[in-house]
């Protein structure tokens, strides 16, 4: 996999999340379920932030170990691979409980970046 750069990298993420956040904000599960863009413009930011996770460092990946990065990873691949398995209320449950988290996780390796905190490229 080709090294890249790390700052545009928490930016794509970043803007995944507001993305996000801006397009399920007060909405519900029903809504969701029921607004067929609105499920597939949230699973293509989700695959967007998967797909950029893979390319953020182990030992900045390091710096939020409660984020359970090898499912971050991976839930690109089964979003491109395996959608027609995809339950609407697990994708839900990753926006609503698992982003929040994802955010603060990528604001402390953005910061340790700026304070020049890093082994990687960045």
């Known amino acids: 996999m080709a090294k890249r750069k790390i700052g545009p990298i928490l930016t794509e993420i970043l803007e995944a ?11 519900t599960l029903e809504e969701f379920q029921a607004d067929w863009l609105l499920k597939h413009g949230v699973q293509r930011g989700l695959e967007i932030i998967s ?31 395996e959608y027609h398995k995809i339950a609407d209320p697990i994708v839900w449950a990753v926006v609503v409980d698992s982003l929040p988290a994802l955010r603060s996780a990528m604001e402390i390796i953005s910061e340790s970046l700026a304070n020049g905190n890093q082994t990687s490229e960045s």
């Open 17 to 27: 999340l507001d993305g996000i956040e801006a397009a399920t904000a007060g909405k």
């Open 51 to 81: 797909e950029a996770a893979r390319h953020i460092p182990n030992d900045l990946l390091a710096l939020a170990p409660d984020v359970p990065w090898k499912q971050v990873r991976g839930i690109g691949n089964v979003l491109r691979h």
